[in-house]
């Protein structure tokens, strides 16, 4: 995996341990915005709005920004959690305009949710 990856620029086609991830349909969710678009693992089109990047991988899990909506924010990215062994997906956290995952350090999950990376945050509790 390239580890010089944004949310506009990321890689469209991962190997990882027999599993092959493929981004479809990319496409920016406004002018400058992130990018999104479908997720197949292995050929299986996984549900949602789209999915963006990058992405991390560690356990058989892929922690991936999951673009969707609720009613009272709009808009916007949660981090999403898939189980690459039974392709199921967990989503968890607060909603953002912009989820650019950082790395996985001491069973915390790194991100910046501005376009400069000023502002880091992590989430605790969620790495398997």
């Known amino acids: 995996m390239n ?35 479908d997720l197949l693992i292995n050929g299986k089109q996984m549900p949602g709005y789209g999915f963006g990047g990058p992405l991390i991988y560690q356990n058989f899990n892929l922690y991936i920004p999951a673009y969707l909506k609720e009613s009272s924010f709009g808009w916007g990215f949660k981090l999403g959690i898939v ?3 039974d392709l199921s997906i967990r989503i968890f956290g607060e ?8 790395k996985i350090e001491n069973d915390r999950i790194y991100y910046f949710i501005s376009w400069d990376k000023v ?10």
Do not use: C, S
């Open 83 to 85: 189980d690459l062994k």
């Open 3 to 37: 580890y010089n990856q944004t949310p506009w620029d990321f890689d469209e086609a991962i190997h990882i341990e027999g599993y092959k991830i493929n981004y479809e349909n990319l496409r920016e969710i406004g002018q400058g915005a992130p990018v999104i678009g």
């Open 95 to 102: 909603m953002n305009h912009v989820l650019h995952l950082d």
């Open 119 to 128: 502002k880091y945050n992590y989430y605790e509790g969620v790495i398997k």
